[in-house]
C-alpha cells in the first residue's frame, strides 16, 4: 500500500464550481500535512498546511481526519487559474521526510 | 533572493552515459533533497542532506544513483550508466532548519535518455 493515495483525477470543473480532493495516508504516527500545487511542467508550490482542527485560506479549506487518516481539500467558486494538479503531502517519521501522493488533477473550464 | 537553481534544466543523452545534476539551494537552509517524478510513480525522494550530511538515501534507486554536498551551497545527482528508465524530472527542493515542513523546489531538470 502506498503511504499516501488520491484519486488521480482528472476533475472536469466548470468556472464557480466547488469541488473536492481527498487523501488517505497510511502511517498513523504522521505529524504534519500538506496541499502543493504544481502546474504543468513547473515545480510544486505549498498551496496550505493542514491543521488538526481545519484551516481556510480564502477559497481553499483543508481538512484533517486523524482518525481515518484522511485529509480532504475544498475549493470554492472555482477558477480558471485552479487548474492544476494537487499534491498531498505527508510528513512521515525521520527527519523532515516528505512523502508526496501522486497527485489530483484538476481541469476548470469556462 | 534567489529560489533553488539546479542545471540543466533540460538534457538528453544517450544510454550508458554518465549524467551529472546540480543544485543551488537558498542561501541558510540547511536541508536539500533530490526527488523524481515520473508519471507513473509521481514525486519519489531519493536522498536527503542535513548540514551537508546524507541523512536518508533508501530511495536511491541502485549504485548507478550518486549524490554528493561538499558545502551548503552545492549539490550533485550523478547518474553512471544511465538507462532509458531513468527519464525523469528529477527536482532539488530545500527547507530550513526548524522551519515550518515547507520545501522550495527548484525548476527542475528534466533528464531523457535515448
Known amino acids: 500500500r502506498k503511504e499516501v493515495e488520491q484519486d488521480p483525477g482528472p476533475f472536469n470543473v466548470p468556472e464557480g464550481a466547488t469541488v473536492a480532493f481527498n487523501c488517505t495516508y497510511s502511517n498513523s504516527a504522521s505529524q504534519s500535512f500538506f496541499w502543493y500545487r504544481q502546474d504543468c511542467r513547473k515545480e510544486p508550490k505549498l498551496l496550505m498546511s493542514v491543521y488538526s482542527s481545519g484551516n481556510e485560506d480564502g477559497r481553499f479549506t483543508a481538512q484533517l481526519n486523524r482518525a481515518s487518516q484522511y485529509i480532504s481539500l475544498l475549493i470554492r467558486d472555482s477558477k480558471l487559474s485552479d487548474s492544476a494538479t494537487y499534491l498531498c503531502v505527508v510528513r512521515g517519521t525521520g527527519f523532515q521526510k516528505l512523502v508526496f501522493g501522486t497527485g489530483t488533477r484538476l481541469l476548470v473550464s469556462p | 533572493d534567489a529560489g533553488v537553481i539546479q542545471s540543466p534544466r533540460h538534457e538528453v543523452t544517450e544510454m550508458g552515459q554518465e549524467v551529472t545534476l546540480r543544485c543551488k539551494p537558498i542561501s541558510g537552509h540547511n536541508s536539500l533533497f533530490w526527488y523524481r517524478q515520473t508519471m507513473m510513480r509521481g514525486l519519489e525522494l531519493l536522498i536527503y542532506?542535513?548540514?551537508?550530511?546524507?541523512?536518508?538515501d533508501s530511495g536511491m534507486p541502485e549504485d548507478r544513483f550518486s549524490a554528493k554536498m561538499p558545502n551548503a551551497s552545492f549539490s550533485t545527482l550523478k547518474i553512471q550508466p544511465s538507462e532509458p528508465r531513468d527519464s525523469a524530472v528529477y527536482f532539488c527542493?530545500?527547507?530550513?532548519?526548524?522551519?515550518?515542513?515547507?520545501?522550495?523546489f527548484g525548476e527542475g531538470s528534466r533528464l531523457t535518455v535515448l
Open positions: 542532506f542535513n548540514n551537508n550530511v546524507p541523512i536518508d
Open positions: 527542493a530545500s527547507s530550513p532548519q526548524g522551519g515550518t515542513g515547507e520545501l522550495f
